[in-house]
């Protein structure tokens, strides 16, 4: 007979771990890993009301620059502005590297004080990286990341842009990438 305790009590463990994973899986709010699972979940409903849920992200978020396009002389600098538009999708994180032709202009400066987000990450002496993030209920609308310094080199054209690796991610539960649209900057160098 003391011998079969043991055995219910490790049947009971393991029927309430399982059941607690379902009811975890139930709720969209929080992602949990574990090395035998990975499910998304949460013991508390969504806190937000306007916060998306999954699969209902209805539009999609663009990062641009502004001014799209200007002109300067070399040996100018001259400022852009890197923004968020997510009108109508709460984003509550954004990283973008910039990238630009280093023969025709270069970047001095990252201004991250103009922002809403909450929060900066990565290393500040990579100039043309902004990570950036903001608690529930996230961002919804425009919002400036950085404000970017160039010095003109060069005469030319240049392309200012963000790498491919860029994300925008919605305040879901789940950080589904919501990038839709990356819309760049071109500068006219003048001798």
Do not use: W
């Amino acid at each position: 007979m003391l011998k079969s305790k043991p055995a219910a009590l490790g049947g009971g463990v393991i029927i309430g771990a399982i059941g607690l994973i379902l009811f975890l899986n139930m709720s969209p709010c929080v992602s949990l890993s574990f090395i035998l699972f990975h499910f998304n979940g949460s013991l508390m409903p969504c806190a937000s009301s306007s916060q998306n849920t999954p699969g209902t992200i209805k539009d999609s978020a663009s990062l641009l620059f502004v001014p799209a396009t200007s002109s300067v002389k070399v040996g100018n600098s001259f400022s852009l502005l890197l923004e968020l538009d997510a009108s109508g999708t709460a984003v509550n994180a954004a990283s973008a590297l910039v990238v630009y032709p280093t023969n025709v202009v270069k970047l001095v400066k990252t201004d991250e004080s103009v922002t809403l987000f909450a929060f900066r990450l990565g290393d500040p002496s990579i100039t043309n990286q902004v990570i950036q993030g903001q608690p529930n209920p996230g961002i919804i609308g425009v919002a400036r990341m950085a404000r970017l310094t160039f010095v003109a080199l060069a005469p030319g054209q240049a392309t200012i842009s963000l790498a491919s690796s860029a994300q925008v991610l919605a305040n879901d539960g789940l950080g589904t990438n919501v990038l839709g649209l990356i819309k760049s900057a071109s500068v006219t160098v003048s001798p």
